[in-house]
T-cell receptor
Framework: DAGITQSPRHKVTETGTPVTLRCHQTENHRYMYWYRQDPGHGLRLIHY???????DKGEVSDGYSVSRSKTEDFLLTLESATSSQTSVYFC??????????FGEGSRLTVL | GNSVTQMEGPVTLSEEAFLTINCTYT??????LFWYVQYPGEGLQLLLK?????DKGSNKGFEATYRKETTSFHLEKGSVQVSDSAVYFC??????????????FGTGTKLQVIP
């Protein structure tokens, strides 16, 4: 079974500070994704990766950057957090036929 | 572009009632269709899927049939339980020219089942 670990699970930070969320997978899945979940919006794709050092933007990428230096790790960085980035962030990997396997989420609060 | 529309919630049902959550989609091509469920405090998990027209996905008493003619994938369960209380997301996935599976989600429907 695929395994995904997100860290931290909860974080409270102040506006203007940098924040990095980490997603770690235990198997060598090529595609990894970062989504944010907000009431009334469902899940929206921030960035995705299709291999080491290969990343691309999703529909809500402004204010976010990502890096993937190893197959198993996909990092999401908020260079200067804003209150509009308060959300629950989910990492996912692609299994087959578009099926996604999700991590447990990281709840970020920006004060 | 691709889109998924699902019924607004919350949906409140009594235990053992029949459940239908409507989902319709717009897509260029032939997507795979999914229902995901999210229990409180958890991530999304796959509930069922269908990869081509007329396929029926089923799991844990839930069913959904891929209807190409009506571009729909409605979720049904004959008798809901309190433990089915969760948020349900309809989604579609389409392979693009680069080999990437682009996944589009609906906004989710919250189901509350009362004893």
């Amino acid at each position: 079974d695929a395994g995904i670990t997100q860290s931290p699970r909860h974080k409270v930070t102040e506006t203007g500070t940098p924040v990095t969320l980490r997603c770690h997978q235990t198997e060598n899945h090529r595609y990894m994704y970062w989504y944010r979940q907000d009431p009334g919006h469902g899940l929206r794709l921030i960035h995705y990766s299709y291999g080491v050092k290969d990343t691309d933007k999703g529909e809500v990428s402004d204010g976010y950057s990502v890096s993937r230096s190893k197959t198993e790790d996909f990092l999401l960085t908020l260079e200067s957090a804003t209150s509009s980035q308060t959300s629950v962030y989910f990492c996912a990997i692609s299994l087959r036929n578009g099926e996604l396997f999700f991590g447990e989420g990281s709840r970020l609060t920006v004060l | 572009g691709n889109s998924v529309t699902q019924m607004e919630g919350p949906v409140t049902l009594s235990e053992e009632a029949f459940l239908t959550i409507n989902c319709t989609y717009t897509a260029t091509g032939y997507p795979s269709l999914f229902w995901y469920v999210q229990y409180p405090g958890e991530g999304l998990q796959l509930l069922l899927k269908a990869t081509k027209a007329d396929d029926k996905g089923s799991n844990k008493g839930f069913e959904a049939t891929y209807r190409k003619e009506t571009t729909s994938f409605h979720l049904e369960k004959g008798s809901v339980q309190v433990s089915d209380s969760a948020v349900y997301f309809c989604a579609l996935a389409l392979m693009n020219s680069g080999g990437y599976q682009k996944v589009t989600f609906g906004t989710g429907t919250k189901l509350q089942v009362i004893p």
